[in-house]
């Protein structure tokens, strides 16, 4: 008994968290057409003179045989020249105003998903690692990609469709019911069915068009993060695999794709079937009372003519539908995205630092990467004074990184504090954190463009002997000025044209140009080989300089320059002390220092 209960539960939480999107995409709209308000007016206003001179075509040429060609015959051609004269002027006019409408509607439209892409970006930045951690790549690239172009679908015709076509309608059915009464009750009769189909056609393409979004989201998020870890891939021969993966995704969007053919195979012949049915009946009905004397033939030619266009509309208007579902669904999406909240952000009243010194103090801060996991660092408490350089080892998975990642407050802690001289990180701006302390990661991410631009994202404001000085001392220039167009080299995407090492020494060298007060170098020097590595040994030491430096590594000869060194152990530290005082109480490091001992007598 208790299982309906769960379904009908999950299903109004279901339908709360699809309002609630709803709503939020909605306000999301409402910001992007805010700021063109009165231009949308104006719009609107062009499409409704555009339609107006439209749809008086029939009209005019109605008077037109009804007074122009009776004249011709009684010698006068004035009415069949103003006719003629009348119906040309409309058409220039409504042509015109469509023009300027489509121009002016565009550029709209473009100016709207320029600020929305800024926007949209500038926040996926600014959001905290925990996102970027557990929302999968592929799917923000969806986002700027995919979802974006169905948005755009809606921004550049939503105003037509919804303004003009509505209008033409209505324009349409007005003039019918003004030439004859019964012929434009047998339009409104014929319109019943009509929207009942039309109404029918909505609801299941709705349901279908989500389906593609949602594939096509699909295909595009496992087609990103299959080039993004073509390594792994090609490493564990996952080819074949991804390759099943991706024919199935692709074939769930190829049959989603084929329901909405199928869907429109029957809508818009049956729409058609009942456009011809009503310029049958209308010429029926009229021809009867052209007969009678009661209708001229002008009237009916106009009659039939608007006839023909009273369906287009709803035609354009069920097109637009599934137009506009594909762009609900996305701006759902997008909304989504831009409701993500960083955990991490500046306070309301950051505290200004000067004359920074680099002292860490951890008063029993304590961390765990989400509520339902246990914690990855248990209540901690140290002193690091500034300038001193700590080494933190210890087993994957023992907290070190954890360690460095709270000190760079990619993180913030769950319980306790970190304070930089004294002021909790927590109280400081986000910019004022990055430009005291920084982080160079095992991963050394280089991006497109040069080694000098790479090496700038330190300091954007060194010059080029600043670049080319920094890489000097870190010995990252050796290498450098061997490459094709030396500092000007492009590294290509994600620095593939360099090995792992001499992309950790060009990081470095960044690092270097950024003068942080505080150091973390987390894994920094494990992609280097040993001759690299005893070449870097002495611009890593020119890299710690007199500054706060803390290295996470397993490589004990880069730990060995450290004064202190923190063993961590199941998310806490368990030992404290020099390189020597260490080794000499025979604990954790002590067998840590023998056996990379032991590896070196090995290889020797």
């Known amino acids: 008994m208790s299982a309906p209960g769960r379904t009908r539960g999950s299903s109004t939480r279901y339908q709360q968290m699809t309002k609630a999107e709803r709503r939020a995409s909605l306000r999301l709209l409402g910001t992007l057409l805010k700021p063109y308000t009165w231009q949308l007016v104006g719009l609107s206003t062009i499409v409704v003179l555009a339609q107006l001179a439209s749809v008086a075509g029939p009209a005019i040429i109605a008077w037109g045989i009804d007074n122009g060609i009776p004249a011709l015959l009684e010698g006068r051609a004035t009415p069949a020249i103003a006719a003629s004269v009348a119906h040309i002027v409309a058409a220039l006019v409504a042509g015109g105003l469509m023009y300027v409408f489509t121009r002016w509607n565009m550029t709209i439209g473009q100016n709207m998903l320029f600020g929305l892409r800024k926007r949209l970006f500038l926040h996926s930045q600014r959001l905290d690692m925990k996102f970027h951690e557990t929302y999968a790549s592929g799917r923000t690239v969806a986002r700027q990609t995919s979802d974006m172009d169905a948005l755009a679908q809606l921004l550049n015709s939503g105003l037509d469709i919804m303004v003009g076509s509505v209008l033409q309608m209505v324009f349409t059915l007005t003039l019918i019911v003004t030439m004859d009464v019964p012929s434009g009750v047998v339009m409104a009769g014929l319109l019943v069915p009509a929207t009942m189909l039309t109404v029918w056609f909505q609801k299941r393409s709705s349901v279908i068009y989500r389906q593609i979004q949602t594939n096509s989201a699909r295909l595009i998020s496992h087609f990103v993060e299959t080039v993004s870890g073509i390594r792994a891939v090609k490493s564990y021969r996952r080819q074949q695999a991804n390759g099943e993966q991706y024919e199935q995704l692709a074939e769930d969007h190829r049959q989603s794709a084929l329901r909405s053919i199928h869907l429109f195979g029957i809508y818009q012949p049956t729409l058609r079937w009942l456009s011809s049915i009503t310029v049958a009946a209308v010429l029926m009905v009229g021809g009867f009372r052209v007969l009678g004397e009661e209708l001229q033939v002008g009237v009916l030619i106009a009659l039939v003519l608007y006839a023909r266009r009273f369906f287009q509309p709803i035609d354009e208007i069920a097109n637009f539908y599934n137009t506009f579902q594909s762009a609900v669904a996305a701006l759902e999406k997008i909304s989504g995205l831009m409701a993500e909240k960083s955990s991490v952000t500046d306070p309301e009243d950051p505290v200004e630092l000067e004359n920074v010194q680099g002292e860490i103090v951890f008063d029993r801060a304590a961390f765990r990467y989400d509520e339902d996991l246990p914690l990855a660092l248990r209540p901690t408490s140290m002193h690091v004074a500034a300038g001193q350089t700590v080494a933190i080892v210890g087993s994957t998975g023992a907290g070190k990184s954890t360690i460095a990642k709270l000190m760079a407050r990619f993180y913030d802690v769950t319980d306790g504090s970190i304070t930089l001289d004294g002021v909790d990180l927590q109280d400081m701006s986000l910019d004022t954190l990055t430009n005291n302390i920084v982080m160079v990661t095992q991963e050394s991410y280089l991006f497109s463009g040069s080694v000098a631009n790479n090496i700038a994202i330190g300091n954007p404001a060194a010059t080029r002997e600043q670049i080319e000085a920094a ?73 710690l300089g007199n500054r706060t430096a803390f290295i996470i590594a397993h490589r004990l000869s880069t730990v060995m320059i450290a004064d202190r060194v923190f063993v961590v152990d199941d998310g806490q530290i368990v030992e404290d002390g020099t390189p020597d005082e260490l080794i000499a109480a025979g604990g954790q490091f002590s067998q840590l220092h023998q056996a990379w001992q032991d590896s070196l007598s090995d290889t020797q």
């Not at 010995?475 to 620095?495: M, Q, S, Y």
């Not at 942080?516 to 870097?536: G, H, K, Q, R």
């Open 471 to 543: 890489a000097a001392i870190i010995g990252a220039d050796t290498f450098i000025n061997e490459l094709p167009d030396g500092f000007d080299t492009d590294v290509r995407a994600r620095g593939g044209r360099m090995s792992a090492g001499q992309r950790q020494l060009v990081s470095f060298a960044r690092a270097f140009l950024a003068d942080p007060n505080v150091l973390i170098l987390d894994e920094a020097t494990s992609s280097l080989d040993a001759p690299t590595e005893a070449m870097v040994q002495e611009g890593l030491e020119e890299l």
